[in-house]
């Protein structure tokens, strides 16, 4: 048996995955077959250990994705946060300037999982946690809108463009 032979293929969860929506996965082929240890739950944030640090909360549609080394899983006790509350929290900029102070690495700012769990979370009750949540959701949600209108009018202008220089 050739041990370069591929077993698996899956998905991967890649930085362009934080936030993005309809992104499609990386496809990484392995030549083992991976226990479920390495793949993403619901209900799960990754974090990112290096630089730009960033968290994502795992929903349905990102459960089952293998995890790059490159992240760390967080699970969230759940009688006391919302895991998408802690995602939320762990990307803000207090917690981005924390790190910071901690970070190691000269080239590539990294951090890790004992930095990570030292940072204290803002215990909030439950329903103001639900509407931090729901005002970030519309946020990321405006986020892509602009995105898309960005590339729209890029597509009109370069149309636009097209016809000025045909009519030249």
Same mark, same amino acid.
């Given at each position: 048996? &050739? /041990? &370069? $032979? ?9 930085? /362009? &995955? ?6 499609? @996965?990386?496809? @990484?082929?392995? &030549? ?38 490159? @992240?760390? #899983?967080? /699970? ?7 895991? $998408? ?10 917690v981005k300037k924390e790190l910071e102070k901690a970070q190691s690495g000269t080239k590539i700012p990294s951090t890790n999982k004992g930095t990570l769990s030292a940072i204290p979370i803002e215990k909030l009750d439950? $329903?103001?946690?639900?509407?931090? #949540? ?22 009109? @202008? ?11």
């Amino acid at each position: 048996m &050739n /041990k &370069n $032979e591929v077993k698996a293929t899956y998905d991967m969860f890649t930085l /362009k &995955n934080v936030d993005a929506l309809n992104e499609p @996965f990386e496809q @990484f082929q392995s &030549n083992d077959v991976l226990s479920p240890q390495h793949f993403t739950e619901e209900g799960d944030i990754l974090f990112r250990l290096n630089y730009p640090y960033s968290a994502t909360y795992i929903d349905a549609s990102k459960k089952q994705l293998l995890i790059p080394s490159t @992240f760390a #899983v967080i /699970k969230v006790q759940v009688d006391f946060f919302l895991p $998408e509350y802690v995602a939320w929290y762990l990307n803000t900029t207090f917690v981005k300037k924390e790190l910071e102070k901690a970070q190691s690495g000269t080239k590539i700012p990294s951090t890790n999982k004992g930095t990570l769990s030292a940072i204290p979370i803002e215990k909030l009750d439950l $329903e103001k946690q639900r509407n931090i #949540v729901q005002l970030y959701k519309l946020h990321l949600q405006e986020k892509q809108l602009l995105t898309s209108l960005i590339e729209e009018k890029e597509k009109l @202008f370069q149309a636009q463009t097209n016809k000025v220089l045909q009519g030249i």
